[in-house]
């Protein structure tokens, strides 16, 4: 409130003050200013849990102003109180206590308080309290990591393992558990489990077990807590899911081999001790263990419980090979495998191939007549052929050849490309146990199929007849496919570069193309573009892409620019 003074003189002449009206009430609040820091900081021990803690303390003497509390709280124990990169904060109005929430079990945290006011856009904060230490309470471990059977014997196991990535706590332990049968459910009953392993320990080897036999195993990680003894048990791990080989009894037997220059033939007998009846499923695999590291060269699988044959051929003269077979006794059981290496013969004797005879040809087919003469070998224990083997490749392409088996000395090659020339080559199999040979290749045949439009054209047709259809063939050939992907490359005002694909289909050999762009007028290439200069600026024109073969066109492929 403002009011005016006026000093005012009486007769008598003594002064007299005389104050005049009274202002318009006005208020005013002073500026905030830097807090005291809070007092007291300490930790509610009953609060305290393996995630959160309660903390309380009292406020500034010299508030000034309206506080602001920010909790700052880091792990590990620390005497000065300084802001980094891994310390937490949380901000709140009210009055304490606090309660922190999503901490670490069993993890030590320093803690400590500060004042904050906030004027305009800058703030003042106190300095801050004293700092407390705490350590947060033991709580299950996370899931173990990475369970792997790293070994498995006819009545044994080893399993290995990594440590949670969260122990939460001290003196962790580890159940492991085992069932027998293929488990998908684990559980965490650990009052049944086989064995208690220290937490140091990533491994153990679990004996006793059942030969030709499915198990499940897992583990789960344990911590006690000291107040009350109660046992924290963690997620479990993966399931891993194994079976034990089988002893000696338990794998193929009596195997026999008979080894040439490029094929093996290995017959066997079925195991004697069996536990499941059903039908049985051998893996014969071959490896070359002359190369670094030892290359698989094959593979069969063959069913059955009686004696079975398998011939791996295509093996090369004089080098090592590794043969093992190993049994499917159930369900994918597995017995241990037995193992021969062997080496092959230095050479073969036997006699080429015929090259093959064509009988007749369309445009996606080739009927062959084969012939193979007997080899040496195979006359010196009377063998016969068992097939053929027929491989077929795109001439002077290097692709890999495509193979075919047949017992017919008669053969059709279909799926071919019309007038597309193929390299096919014949080889002979003398199979059986006691004869494995291959023949030499044949010399290869270059044969050529028909264009598109040609009818099948016989060998064995009388020359008159076989002139007559080539003639009247000749008169009423269809004309190639239209050019693909036609496209302008280049354009202005007067010219433009036209470019296009040869077609699907030439039905022979495309002599030149054909493009025009003005009625009645065309121009010739014998490349696949061409370049137009005569045009008008602003102008639209239609152009037509035709290929000539033997001046039979075809309808063409259509565009505007």
């Not at 007749?360 to 195979?378: E, M």
């Not at 045009?535 to 239609?542: E, R």
């Amino acid at each position: 409130i403002v009011q005016a003074l006026v000093k005012h003189t009486l007769t008598s002449g003594r002064e007299q003050p005389l104050w005049g009206g009274k202002s318009l009430v006005r208020s005013f609040t002073t500026l905030q200013g830097k807090p005291s820091p809070p007092r007291n900081l300490r930790v509610i021990e009953r609060d305290l849990t393996s995630i959160s803690v309660t903390v309380d303390w009292q406020v500034p003497v010299s508030p000034n102003g309206r506080n602001t509390y920010v909790i700052n709280y880091r792990v590990g124990s620390y005497t000065v109180a300084t802001v980094t990169e891994d310390t937490k904060q949380k901000y709140t109005r009210a009055v304490p206590p606090y309660t922190l929430s999503g901490l670490q079990p069993f993890t030590v945290y320093t803690v400590w308080v500060q004042a904050i006011n906030y004027e305009g856009f800058s703030s003042l904060e106190s300095e801050p309290s004293n700092l407390e230490t705490f350590k947060t309470l033991i709580d299950a471990p996370s899931q173990p990591q990475q369970l792997q059977v790293v070994d498995t014997q006819s009545t044994s196991v080893r399993l290995q393992w990594r440590p949670p990535l969260h122990l939460n706590g001290v003196n962790t332990k580890y159940n492991i558990m085992l069932e027998e049968g293929r488990s998908v459910n684990p559980h965490t009953h650990i009052n049944e489990f086989l064995a208690v392993i220290d937490g140091n320990i990533s491994n153990v080897t679990i004996t006793n077990l059942r030969e030709l036999n499915w198990y499940s195993a897992w583990i789960v990680a344990v911590n006690v807590r000291e107040t009350d003894g109660k046992q924290l048990t963690s997620p479990p791990s993966d399931v891993k899911v194994f079976g034990t080989p089988g002893g000696p009894l338990s794998v193929p037997r009596s195997v026999r081999y008979n080894v040439s220059a490029v094929s093996v033939a290995i017959t066997w007998e079925a195991p004697l001790n069996l536990r499941y009846e059903s039908n049985i499923w051998y893996r014969v695999s071959c490896h070359n263990t002359s190369s670094n590291p030892m290359k698989q060269i094959d593979y069969e699988y063959v069913s059955g419980k009686r004696n079975k044959l398998v011939t791996f051929y295509y093996l090369q003269p004089s080098t090592n090979y590794r043969m093992e077979i190993k049994a499917d006794v159930g369900y994918h059981l597995w017995t241990r495998s037995v193992t021969h290496e062997f080496t092959t013969k230095t050479e073969e004797i036997s006699r080429p191939c015929t090259t093959p005879t064509v009988t007749q040809k369309s445009t996606s087919s080739v009927d062959l007549t084969l012939y193979c003469p007997l080899s040496d070998a195979a006359n010196l224990h009377d063998c016969h052929i068992n097939h053929y083997s027929i491989k077929y490749r795109l001439h002077n392409s290097g692709n890999r050849f495509n193979r075919r088996l047949t017992t017919s000395s008669s053969f059709q090659i279909d799926s071919l490309f019309p007038f597309t020339s193929y390299e096919i080559r014949l080889t002979a199999v003398y199979d059986s146990f006691y004869c494995n040979i291959f023949s030499s290749p044949s010399f290869p045949l270059i044969i050529k199929t028909n264009p598109v439009g040609e009818k099948v054209v016989s060998k064995n047709m009388d020359f008159a007849v076989l002139f007559l259809i080539k003639y009247l063939l000749s008169r009423t050939r269809t004309g190639p496919t239209s050019p693909r992907n036609v496209r302008e490359t280049t354009r202005n005002a007067r010219n433009v570069v036209i470019e296009w694909n040869v077609p699907a289909y030439v039905n022979g050999t495309v002599s030149r193309y054909r493009v025009g762009y003005i009625k009645g007028k065309y121009m010739s290439s014998t490349s696949t573009s061409i370049n137009i200069t005569d045009l008008k600026p602003n102008t639209v024109y239609t152009y037509i892409v035709q290929a000539l073969v033997k001046h039979t066109l075809n309808t063409g492929s259509e565009q505007q620019i």
